[in-house]
């Protein structure tokens, strides 16, 4: 049965690529897909404070599109799907925080590039979704906006900082969000809420006319979504090309485009997983077998402690510079940002250059494993859900933890630029979702969207998740 057969069933419901073959079949328009949409977030955000502000263009937005479907000439395959977007990105007209109490008022006049290029697809851009200050955390809360909770269990964690973004779109805010991932930002809240999450590589989708970058390149921007497909669609129109011409470009310089082995790692040396995510994540391993890929269960062959080490004064000294460009704006954050900006601050540039150093001679070990394995199969995520107000869990399988703890999976690999996608696997005894994420070589993130549309066909469990968007 198509989605809207059903009386039961609203467009809220429904997959952007399910809307959009009802835009063109005439079943539905962008503006009822809108309207429907803005009723589920009247109905459940209050209880969520996913999304944060509305954008007042957004009916005159589905009015156009509707009228371009009627004509018979949408835009692009995006052309009347309801989108929101990250706090941290902006969107012309509607407040941009970063979750900060000194940008609570600030509203910018133009779209962030990924932004634009959306809006240039036709897609209706409704919504901003919470982060945390300056999206330097694993988790959604701020002095502006306040915590978010999983449409799962609202007194946990949907993750961050894509957080509300993610929330969002588990909770039918929207079939499709836009985030960022830094260091696992949008795969690990796609994995506590049961989404795909896509990492694209570093240049894939361009950055501009933003916020100023705190982490270095590693922060990509990026879709999250209730199905592949759909974070497909989105990515074709974020790097601006389209999947055809995408693949002979790959062809053509040499990229991968199949895959034969996958390397699956469960667990790290010294860094506790919750059972159930290492179990059900090799579990899920095993269906890439079915796939007819040979699966190697193994350690990754990658030193990590020197990232390890450094890790944290990437953010301080993103924050220091950012405290000597823009001053009011951590004159007013909060104390620990301060402080992190103050520790970057006392730094000495020698800091920064050691910094390069160890990103670049990861890289070239990450190059190097991708010469001997085609895919890396890793958890998303170390915890399930924790309190939503919670920075971090302090323990994992009883062991004591620091503030990521519950990342170590997922920050190297925007260090080594590669892309990444999460796809949900086996939920937890208690109903909490679980994700693994997939890692390619550099730039292929088409071979990694064909692999997890092959893997979401024979998935057993999927139903499980979406029973949630049937509520």
Known sequence: MAPGDDAMTALWQCTATELVAGFRAKQWSPKEALDSVLERLE???PGLNAVIALADDAQEAAERSSLRYIEGRPLSPLD???????DNLLLAGVPATWGTTALRHWIPDHDELPVARLRQAGAVLFAKTNAPEFTLEGYTDNPVYGVTGSPWAPALTPGGSSGGAAAAVAAGIGPLALGTDGGGSIRRPAAHCGLVGLKPSIGTVPRADGF???LLDFEVAGPLARCVEDAALMLNVLEGACLEDRQSWME???RRTTAS??????????????????????KAATTFSRMGLE????????????LNEIWSEVGQIGLAHLAETHPTWLEHASPKYQDMANAGARLPASRLWHTLDVVSCLRRQVDTLFTSTDMLLMPSIAALSWPASQAYPPTIDGQPVGPRGHAVFTGWVNAAGNPAINLPVEPSHEGLPIGLQLIGPWQSEHLLLDLAQRYQRLAPWKARYADLWER
Do not use: W, Y
């Not at 009347?80 to 990250?86: E, Q």
């Open 43 to 45: 109905a459940v955000n």
């Open 80 to 86: 009347g799907v309801p989108i929101s977007i990250k």
């Open 212 to 214: 100023p970058q705190i």
């Open 252 to 254: 053509h310089s040499g």
């Open 261 to 282: 082995r996958v390397l699956c790692v469960s667990s790290l040396p010294g860094c506790p997983v919750d059972p159930q995510i290492r179990r059900h994540v090799e």
């Open 295 to 306: 699966v190697v269960f193994d350690t990754l062959p990658l030193e990590l402690a020197a």
